[in-house]
């Protein structure tokens, strides 16, 4: 296996902390969350469709007539995550929003595994498993309690909330990839995948921005502060397109456990940073002994649940 695939795998799971941490100043500039979200998306998804023509992969658009239509839905989550990262970073900082969403993930393809479900291929039980899962457990137990500490004035029902949605947000990346998995076969075009996974995620997220905006649940983008926006700013639609392609093209390199275990390990690494130097214009929060701690129990339990 070599060194510079394993070192690439970490990489790219730094840029989904990178990624919601830019999205963050998108959101600033258009004023709503889910108007980042669909320029994110739309943006992430000319990206793939441009890399798509230059290597010829578009010829595998013409098998998708005899697709499952669920076969498609894999794009459904993006949105969900996306947004719930603009959402959870200012709240929960980026240690407990990725912890959560780490801690999702890892739950979420434990059931895919021990269930095979979606086409996952079914594993035994195993004390590596068990192990993991129960470091995981008490990884984010630990991370939340050391983050209520340090803000003792929030109120127990909203944060449970932005708990949950984190959970849930983290869960779904599981499933996506498993629905992906199952398109990839019938298509057998990594980049053809990626691009139709974000058509869904962009029409998606598309459809809810206009529905809130019918509704006057949010605010009408607006492009007045964009100028104002830093330029990385803009680095969360390619960090979206990067690790979605990346991750397609890792796996059948060093196998599923090792691209989820490195990448899960280059979040938790990527957040942790970003909470101590309160880089991307986010609150400064410094690690105490207690979210290191965590830190490394959701690190290990994450690497045994995939390896065990």
């Known amino acids: 296996m070599e060194l510079s695939l394993l070192l690439v795998a970490v990489v790219v799971g730094c840029l989904l902390a990178v990624q919601t941490s830019a999205n963050l100043q998108l959101t600033t500039a258009l004023g709503t969350p889910y108007g980042a979200s669909t320029v994110q998306l739309g943006l992430a998804l000319a990206l793939l469709v441009v890399a798509a023509l230059a290597v010829g992969a578009t010829g595998a658009v013409g098998d998708l007539g005899s697709v499952p239509a669920w076969h498609l839905l894999g794009g459904l989550a993006s949105p969900l995550y996306i947004t719930s990262g603009i959402l959870l970073f200012p709240r929960l900082g980026a240690l407990v929003s990725v912890g959560l969403f780490v801690a999702g993930q890892m739950f979420a393809s434990?059931?895919?595994?021990?269930?095979?479900?979606l086409?996952?291929?079914?594993?035994?039980?195993?004390?590596?498993?068990?192990?993991?899962?129960a470091l995981v457990l008490a990884g984010i137990?630990?991370?939340?309690?050391?983050?209520?500490?340090a803000a003792p004035g929030s109120r127990a029902a909203a944060r449970a909330g932005w708990i949950l949605l984190g959970l849930v947000a983290g869960a779904v990346l599981p499933v996506q990839g498993a629905v992906n998995a199952r398109l990839r076969a019938d298509v057998d075009e990594p980049l053809a995948v990626a691009a139709l996974s974000f058509a869904v995620a962009t029409a998606t997220i598309g459809v809810v921005l206009a529905l809130l905006l019918v509704l006057r649940r949010t605010p009408v983008p607006?492009?007045?502060?964009?100028?104002?926006?830093?330029?990385?700013?803009?680095?969360?639609?390619?960090?979206?397109?990067?690790?979605?392609?990346?991750?397609?093209?890792?796996i059948p390199e060093i196998g599923a456990a090792t691209t989820v275990a490195l990448t899960v390990t280059g979040?938790?690494?990527a957040s942790a940073v970003i909470d101590q130097r309160g880089l991307f214009r986010l609150p400064r929060r410094p690690?105490?002994?207690?979210?290191?701690?965590?830190?490394?129990?959701?690190?290990?339990?994450?690497i045994a649940i995939q390896l065990g």
């Open 222 to 250: 607006s492009t007045t502060r964009l100028p104002t926006m830093p330029w990385w700013g803009w680095l969360g639609g390619i960090c979206a397109a990067v690790y979605v392609t990346a991750t397609f093209l890792l």
């Open 141 to 149: 137990v630990l991370v939340i309690r050391a983050q209520r500490a």
């Open 119 to 133: 086409g996952v291929p079914q594993r035994p039980w195993s004390v590596g498993i068990v192990v993991g899962a």
């Open 110 to 117: 434990l059931g895919l595994d021990l269930a095979g479900a």
């Open 267 to 269: 979040q938790q690494l």
């Open 287 to 302: 690690l105490d002994a207690r979210r290191v701690a965590g830190l490394l129990l959701l690190l290990t339990g994450s």
